[in-house]
């Protein structure tokens, strides 16, 4: 399948992740039921490193000629790396854990502000800087996402889906609908959420 003929730029998918990364996030409650918050958190979490991991290969390195050792680019690696710990943290752990629910909201504190970075600093310099080039980093960043999402524990997105559908048709957006349909239907059969 080749999404590249219909990919937007590769600012434009950035934003749309992060909106569907905010999107979960406002669905997650203190008084929420556990298997939902479970649920909620591993898409969330998935979504994100896939989301970091894009970034990394593809958006810093092009944004790094234009914005050569600049403060606001160089930490965002680290806090990315911040970021994994906390995931790692918080899959080690379950929602009966009393620490469960400040750590997922301390993991949203944190991307929420890594994202007003993106999308205040880095967005707009990449769409001054690269601008001839933003279709062209769009198409790889939609042909590695499939890749990734591919390899990404398809059965841990499966078992995550099952608790949040309305969520789960936001969030697989993000990681790659279409991609991710294709992973999972030979496992699971489900059909509800290719509307
Ligand atoms: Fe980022
Ligand atoms: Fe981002």
Redesign the pocket.
Known sequence: MDMSSVSPSITTMIRMDHSHVMAAFHRYHAETSWWRKRAIVGLACTALEI??QL?EEIFYPALGVAMAGDDRLEK?KP??DKMREDIAKLRSIGPEDASYDARFMQLMREVMH??AD?ETVLLPTAERALASQLGELGKRMAKRRMQLVAESRPAAIAASTVGTFPLASFALMSIGALALAHCLRPASGRRRYRT
């Open positions: 989301h970091a970034e965002s806090e990315h890594h994202v993106e």
